[in-house]
């Protein structure tokens, strides 16, 4: 008898369907919570607003509306979602969303139910539910992909160094959920047998013989040769078939393919050469800015006098950084340093070797001993920054973009610095959510091609989101 090489544990049937019993939970209680909040908001301004809402005036509204979002969620391929990229999701749950509060609406209106309801409730709702269905759904995923139940098994196919690469690639992704459970590679070295446990075969009679004995719907070729005559027989087994192309110049987040005459064509959008995007972008920045900089206000002089009972010194410091066109402007934060940080650092630089060595890696140091204490507990959550949102207002920063650099990294910067100084940085960004203070200088500078390359505002959407979990868990230091 032959010896299965793929683990049952890999491929548990009815891992699909828990999935997707946990994630129409997940929409059912994040959208439910949403809407019952702008309920419990409106009856609480009954005071001032007059009007009255029943007691169970909404039960039979919601029971509906609960049901419409998890049929409209299941038609636009949410459940259980496997290969979406967090920045698609979002785009894909505010328009679902969208589309299910519309056609509640019209259930509401031909039923002649609910007329109680004002239409701020039903905005409000609306508005809660993207927000609480977005966050619930990211902690989600990220929180069940550590499980060995969570995803869909994926054939592996293309030379063995590629086909480590892609291995790595998708056990690195994991919330888009494809799971490698088999490689191929027709001219496999002698002696390789797995690749990061993965089993190894070299024909594709041993992957036909293995599909009698379990169910993989979905291969990810990683050949460098689209005409490898290996894609039509993929093509013919699995319902699903991802190519992954060499490394392009191009963005790849919002590629699309269309046909020229037979001929497979990829087009990308730089949504940021788009005029309508970049005042969209501005508006975004005020909207959400100035909200945030009227809510913050007492929070704001509590940390300030926080920080000036803590510390002698000022309580904002000013640092000149680079904007957009390379333009300097005073970027300002709570002051979380000592007076006189910029003489106690190049000392400490002279003196320290294993300090110099790693502030010249990453630009910044692990244990800085210029920062106060209050400043440790201001950085781990983010917090020093909240004087930015001045910044934001002002123009000089936006909410999301690359880092702000300082003028003296321009060098360093390289051919990157075009690129990068075209936009306005950002309070946070790409690199800050996706590597934060682990990552290289060269190694931001990459996140932040790779942002202005993919750019949309449901990519802002999601890094805004990804933010505010890092600040709550305190990862900002």
């Known amino acids: 008898m032959t010896q299965k ?4 544990s890999d491929v548990f049937r009815g891992s699909q369907l828990l999935v997707v019993i946990l994630m129409v ?10 809407f019952r909040l702008a309920v419990e908001i409106r009856r609480w301004m009954i005071p001032w607003m007059g009007g009255s809402i029943p007691a169970d005036a909404f039960s039979v509204i919601m029971l509906q509306g609960l049901a419409i979002f998890v049929v409209i969620y299941a038609l636009n391929g949410l459940y259980p979602g496997f290969g979406r990229t967090a ?7 505010f328009y679902s969303l969208t589309l299910g509060y519309g056609v509640l609406a019209l259930a509401i209106y031909f039923q002649q139910t609910g007329l109680e309801l004002s239409r701020w409730t039903f905005f409000i709702g609306w508005v809660f539910g993207c927000f609480f269905n977005m966050v619930f759904r990211f902690a989600a995923r990220n929180r069940f992909s550590l499980f060995r139940w969570w995803g869909t098994p994926v054939l592996v196919v293309g030379p063995v160094e590629r086909a480590r690469d892609g291995v790595r690639r998708l056990s690195n992704s994991r919330r888009l959920g494809l799971r490698p459970v088999l490689v191929l590679d027709e001219h496999c070295p002698p002696g390789i047998t797995q690749i990061q446990h993965v089993p190894v075969v070299n024909t594709t009679a041993a992957v036909e013989l293995e599909l009698k004995q379990v169910h993989i719907e979905n291969a990810v070729f990683v050949g460098t040769d689209i005409q490898d005559p290996i894609l ?66 007492p929070f704001l002089a509590a940390i300030a006098l926080w920080v000036a009972l803590d510390s002698p010194g000022g309580v904002i410091y000013a640092q000149e950084r680079m904007g957009r066109g390379g333009r300097l402007f005073p970027c300002f934060k709570f002051r979380t340093m000592q007076v006189g940080a910029e003489a106690l650092l190049k000392k400490l630089l002279e003196t320290d070797p294993a300090a110099n060595q790693e502030y010249q890696l990453y630009h910044k140091l692990t244990n800085d001993p210029r920062v106060t204490r209050v400043g440790r507990i201001l950085r781990k959550f983010s917090l020093d920054e909240l004087p930015q949102l001045w910044n934001i207002i002002n123009g000089d920063l936006s909410l999301v973009g690359p880092r702000a650099y300082m003028p003296g990294e321009c060098a360093e910067m390289g051919a990157y610095a ?9 309070l946070t960004g790409w690199w800050q959510v996706m590597g934060r203070h682990n990552t290289t200088f060269e190694e931001r500078l990459h996140l932040d091609e790779y942002y202005l390359s993919n750019w949309s505002l ?12 890092i600040m709550i868990s305190g990862k900002g230091a």
Not at 418 to 426: A, E, K, V
Not at 458 to 469: E, N, P, S, Y
């Open 5 to 8: 090489l793929i683990k049952t």
């Open 232 to 297: 039509r027989w993929l093509g013919e087994r699995f319902s699903s078939v991802l190519v992954v192309l060499d490394f392009s110049p191009l963005g790849s987040l919002w590629v699309r393919t269309m046909d020229l005459e037979g001929r497979l064509t990829l087009k990308t959008q730089y949504h940021l050469l788009d005029r309508k995007a970049t005042i969209l972008k501005r508006a975004f920045d005020l909207l959400i800015g100035v909200t945030l900089g009227l809510i913050s206000l």
């Open 458 to 469: 449901w990519m802002d959407v999601f890094i805004l989101i990804k933010t505010v979990w």
């Open 418 to 426: 075009s690129l990068i100084l075209r936009i306005s940085p950002g």
């Open 87 to 93: 920045v698609e999701e979002t785009q894909q749950i």
């Open 25 to 34: 939970l997940v929409d059912l209680i994040s959208i439910g919570l949403g």
